[in-house]
């Protein structure tokens, strides 16, 4: 470290910079609206890399507002360590390593078009880091200007692509989507009208995809404000702000709402912008779940803390996409994968760490596409080689999931891999089997994952497995509900 705190030395020094060119009245003002403290203590000393960097765009005027506002934030509340950069060397996999999220401030244009440094990011998110975007975050990766796509993973990984807009002072009414939704919070359960330039995102944005937590209220809006910059309509009528997701065990993070420099010296703003920065960081629990998914199981399966997942049974030739065609088709989910499993009639390769990248990105995004996530991976049989165990385990953790670890099966020695294992908790065929240690209430902080073991190989299985998933939805309504077993 050197210079000014929260700087790297060179070649990453040079955005830091952007603060000192700030005017003293804007910083005194971020200072007074920035919050007193983090909303959860960090589990751990937590780092935030802020990338700034343009191309083909002279960049939005709130970028250096942006990037003091969270630097001090962080200092100020002690929840973060701030690291500026424009380099895209950053995002070497040896130097990412060393942030648990990414923030990428209103960068517009193809910020870098090596596919290692592409790889390095997305493998960095899928594996369990933290993404953050605001505004013109939703056309990164794109050939600026125009927005003509060059990275379409990234826009699936983020959530939403695109930049059409009104007035850069459109007033619009918010509603909260999620009202109680912990990145909400600063908001106390009530909607406000606000005055920004509002992007009206499209595909890959569905909430088949991502948890809406703010939108544009359409009843309470002239959503015909000013001449409008490209499409400004959408057939469905809706029109979000701000949401989260998973990508693998990614936590991302993307909000519109960061176009004047004065969003980032309104408090309301930056509590909002704190809860969410923890939250990528990996301190402050959310759940994540689409919001076109919140059936009433699900939300009572978010609230006792309990995740289930479709699984392969030991003596099942489904390949790991059957698999995940199967989850979606039963609603479900979370989906688990095994080493013996090939991936899919086209992919003929063992489910392991010897796939290819190409492979890998096949994977990511036929989850994607069933709307699924992966959640456990079995390793059938467990090496005895303690090298080879660090490897399969190192491979679950790069797609995304924890090993599952059958009842007295040897767990590694290893403890930096502890954190991977996954106890195997198999959905009861009655009510009463559901054991009573393993039901209790943990919350999303600290969930139960519930396997469900399918074959395949023929419709008993089929009907059996239906029968599992309806006992263990009304057993978590039940519950949930304040009911016992």
């Not at 200072?31 to 191309?55: D, M």
């Not at 290692?116 to 594996?127: A, K, P």
């Not at 980032?264 to 994540?288: C, N």
Request: a neutral charge; proline letters at 6%; glycine letters at 10%.
């Amino acid at each position: 470290m050197a210079g000014a705190a929260g700087v790297f030395a060179v070649p990453w020094v040079g955005a830091g910079r952007a603060h000192a060119a700030l005017e003293s009245d804007e910083r005194q003002r971020i200072e007074a609206a920035i919050p007193a403290k983090a909303f959860v203590q960090p589990r751990k000393p937590r780092r935030l890399l802020i990338f700034e960097l343009n191309v083909g765009y002279g960049g939005h005027g709130s970028i250096p507002t942006a990037s003091l506002a969270f630097t001090l934030m962080g200092q100020k509340t002690g929840a973060f360590e701030t690291v500026i950069s424009k380099d895209p060397s950053v995002f070497e996999p040896e130097n990412l390593k060393k942030f648990d999220a990414v923030f990428f401030n209103n960068t517009v244009g193809n910020l870098f078009q090596d596919p290692g440094l592409r790889q390095s990011l997305v493998e960095f998110v899928y594996g369990g880091g933290g993404l953050m975007g605001v505004h013109g975050t939703t056309v990164a990766f794109t050939y600026w200007p125009g927005a003509r796509e060059d990275w379409p993973e990234f826009g699936i990984m983020l959530g939403g692509r695109g930049a059409n807009h009104r007035d850069s002072t459109e007033h619009v009414f918010i509603k909260l989507d999620d009202p109680d939704h912990p990145v909400n919070q600063p908001f106390g359960g009530k909607g406000f009208d606000y005055r920004d330039e509002f992007f009206r995102v499209h595909e890959a944005y569905s909430r088949d995809r991502v948890r809406v937590l703010l939108s544009i209220d359409t009843e309470k809006t002239d959503m015909n404000q000013g001449a409008p910059r490209g499409n400004c309509t959408r057939a469905d009528n809706d029109y979000a702000l701000a949401w989260v997701r998973n990508y693998g065990r990614g936590r991302v993070f993307y909000c519109t709402i960061a176009h004047n420099p004065y969003v980032f010296w309104d408090p309301k703003m930056l509590h909002f912008y704190l809860a969410a920065t923890q939250f990528a960081l990996g301190d402050l629990s959310a759940s994540t779940t689409p919001s076109a998914k919140l059936t009433p199981a699900i939300r009572a399966q978010e609230k006792l803390g309990w995740q289930l997942t479709l699984v392969p049974a030991p003596s099942s030739e489904l390949t790991l996409f059957e698999t995940i065609d199967k989850a979606a088709e039963l609603g479900l989910l979370y989906v688990g994968g095994c080493n013996r499993q090939k991936v899919s009639a086209g992919i003929q390769k063992s489910f392991d760490g010897r796939l290819s990248s190409e492979d890998l990105q096949q994977i990511r995004l036929k989850l994607d596409t069933a709307g699924v996530r992966l959640l456990t991976y079995r390793i059938d049989p467990m090496p005895s080689d303690k090298v080879e165990t660090r490897r399969m385990f190192e491979f679950a953790g790069k797609m995304g999931a924890r090993v599952l670890i059958r009842d007295g099966e040897k767990l590694p020695a290893d403890s930096s891999l502890r954190d991977l294992v996954c106890p195997d908790v198999p959905v009861p065929g009655k009510e009463t089997d559901l054991p009573l240690d393993k039901a209790s209430r943990r919350g999303p902080g600290n969930p139960i994952v519930f396997t469900i073991e399918f074959t395949g190989d023929g419709t008993g299985s089929m009907d059996e497995v239906t029968k599992r998933i309806e006992l263990f939805n009304n057993l978590a309504i039940k519950m949930a509900n304040g009911g016992g077993l």
